[in-house]
């Protein structure tokens, strides 16, 4: 074999037989120089990051709430981060930052390879499935809407929805909803979140007869779909770690779509993450003083005061008065201006000094500013729901003054903003100013000083029956406006706290004249017209106002049959629930006297009067009244026996942790 001119025979491939020549060797590389610049910069990251550890904590400041005009404003900073948009207030993490994206710059531009330079892609954030169950199977194609049903869907919410919300930019939208409906295929992830959530309000805002006239499924159904759709959406583009305004449009829409049809407790939490990635993309802080484009301010606004008002309700509804919002925010209310003078290339915006469709939201946006500035006022509630004889005088001073302040400022702004001739939603706006005066007069009204004092209130008990019956008829109220009545029901009725009813009506199974109880009756058989779905008793609560109605009926027709000597006219919701009550209840509802509701340890022994000291956490605090094993609360301990001491693994205490919903 002959020898090769290095001496050293030629590699042969065994599979192949073919002479291998090896290739010349790459010449050495230089060991490169550490770039002067990147040095420099993460020096200054190590001086920064050392000034941060010998600081001294920062004094807290003693201003008051964030909406009153303040001197000083909390310096802060957006940021371009992993392709979405997020807020720092702190001013060294800011200049770190600054440092980091100039050093990843550096980096990327020397074409070195960096494994901690984040992806351009992003996937789905798999803890999101913490907050929104895990719809990660769900074929969002198969979820969508048919296309003609695209443009019914829209104009539902266009009429039913937006003027309540104004979370979206209807001009801009609208564009997406044409596309949509023609071609998904270039609809982007957010966009995409931000179209269910259209669909999932609007069919909320429906009713049944409605829902299935016009798109052949019933309201469940479709409610499931799109709720659905929404989620799965929402988890795809990982809203833990991807924020986008469009996206948190989406989440706050999906949570109007909440009251009733879930765990208000668990909405509260969820409403929480809501508000702390609109903190993280900085709408605690005032576009204006962000150096942002007039109309991102705008909707920033918008969208910001309305996480403020859903707080504020799921607070409520969960028992607690008073939200964690961010300590220091500045977000100015939103301005009087219609969509239509709104674009997003303006430089500047003008607010009307005529009625526009904003006018709900601005009436909402007192309330909210109440809430935050006025904590006396919740003080003063809490105090009269347990029934206190003596109030503190100087917060119920404040609170009367701040209420007494709202109805001239909301007047003013009906005065200015509204005509009821322009559309059901300024004929809503004037009369939630009206009952919201009356209602919040109402409950922070000392129990003593009660026009009933005397008659008919003589203890606290007496007075929580009368909060939870003003509170009935203060929602059905706005049930019944004519501006309301289909269009706005919806919202009115997403309010209504089934606790509350129950409370109510489990008075009245012991209560049986006066004129409170009279008004009472007239407000259950009202309850039982627009609330339909309380004939449902496969839910447990639906089941317990069902029972407490009944038993309270039989007493009544008792009274009323010896006062005049006939036997009344059965109503026909009873006659109803009469039919679909199971036998073994209604017997029950006749022949056993249940502990009541409110006095769980007290033996049914002799007279049900109710224990009068309990305080208003014991008796009208539930928890939620789908978890709680009614049948133990309604039908235990008959004929003299003990009544049972724990339901549904809640010990003794059934009610606790929540308050009427004065929203």
Known sequence: MASSSSGKPPRVLACANVTCTPSTPAPARKRRRPNQDLQQRLARCEELLSEYATARPAVPSSAGSPNQDETWKP????????????FIDSFLWANIHG?????????????????????DSQSSDLNAGLVLSDTSDANLEELHPQPAHIFRLWQIFLERVDPLTKVIHVPTVQPLLVEAAASRANISKTNEALLFSIYLMATVALTEDECMERFGCTKDDAYSRYSRGCRSALMRIGILKNYDLVVLQSLVLYLFSLPGRYDRHAAWILNGVTVRIAQKMGLHRDGEYLGLPPFETEMRRRLWWRIILLDAMYALMSGLGHSLLPRSWDTKAPLNVNDSDLYPTMTTIQPKDTPTDMIFCLICCEIARLMVDTPELHVVIMQNEMGSENPDPDKLEKASRRIDELDRTMTDILNKYSDVSMGPVHVLATETKSIMIEKLRELSCPMRSQPEWGTEILNPKDHLFKMSLTAGEQNLRMYQLGGANGLFLWFMMSHFQIEVFIYMIGQLSWRTSGKLVERAWAAVEEFYLFHTEM????????????????????????????????????????????????????KRTLTNEPPDLTDLN???T???????????DQMLGFVDAGSIEWGDVLFQAPNGGQAQTGYGGYGTTVFGNNGINWM
């Open 75 to 86: 310096p802060g900073k957006l940021i371009v981060d992993d392709g979405g948009v997020k």
């Open 99 to 119: 440092e980091l994206s100039a050093m990843r710059e550096i980096l990327e531009d020397e074409e070195v390879d960096d494994p901690c330079t984040p992806a």
């Open 535 to 586: 004939f449902d008793l496969s839910y447990k609560a639906h089941m317990a106002a069902a029972v407490f109605t009944i038993r309270g009926w039989r007493l009544r027709e008792k009274v009323l049959r010896e006062a005049s000597g006939s036997t009344p006219e059965t109503p026909g919701y009873i006659v109803r629930l009469q039919s679909i009550l199971p036998t073994e209840d209604v």
């Open 602 to 604: 007290t033996s049914t």
């Open 606 to 616: 002799g007279a049900a009067q109710p224990n009068v000291e309990l305080s208003w």
